[in-house]
């Protein structure tokens, strides 16, 4: 999942160098020789839900790479004009085509390896129905004990999913940040 370093300039084309700037950065950056601009690179945001009815919550098995077929929590990659929970909740009718209502933050999870800020909200599930995406194999729902624990696509998944369960004996859910090494 890490990105592909830049080739060419997205001012003018040209191929860049990955060198430090000369302003005291001590960071490698793409630069462009020709028109000099310096392309910066950041995380990017993963939002996604834990979707829940009862004492069920929500998996989706994968139907594209990476990790086909393991199974996943619905989520996706933030899109530009979207708040978190926004992208959160469409990626949530892409991937699963849930009917569903909006919760408070579960995790926030930093992932520096690939770059990464994931975040999860719980999601009530309205109906028991569920019409996935191309994206997704199957959609259906399992009660804590049948979850697919060494089939999870993702860490991040496990975490969430550990997090929700513990929350859940608790009888109250708090927001869970920390990071992924
Ligand atoms: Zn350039």
Known sequence: MQRSPIKHCRECGTTVHYRLPDDGDTKLRAICPACHTVHYENPLNVVGTVPYLGNQ??????????????????????????????????????????????????????????????????????????????ETMEARLFYEDEIPWDELAFRTVKETLEHYFADRRLGRFATHAFDIA
């Open 57 to 134: 919550v929500l998996l989706c098995k994968r139907n594209i790479e990476p990790r086909r077929g393991k199974w996943t929590l619905p989520a996706g990659f933030m899109e530009l004009g979207e708040s978190t929970s926004e992208g959160a909740a469409r990626e949530t009718a892409e991937e699963a085509g849930a009917q569903f209502i909006m919760e408070d933050l579960l995790t926030v999870m930093s992932v520096p390896r690939v770059g990464q800020v994931h975040l999860y909200y719980r999601a009530r599930l309205t109906s028991d129905v569920f019409d996935p995406g191309h």
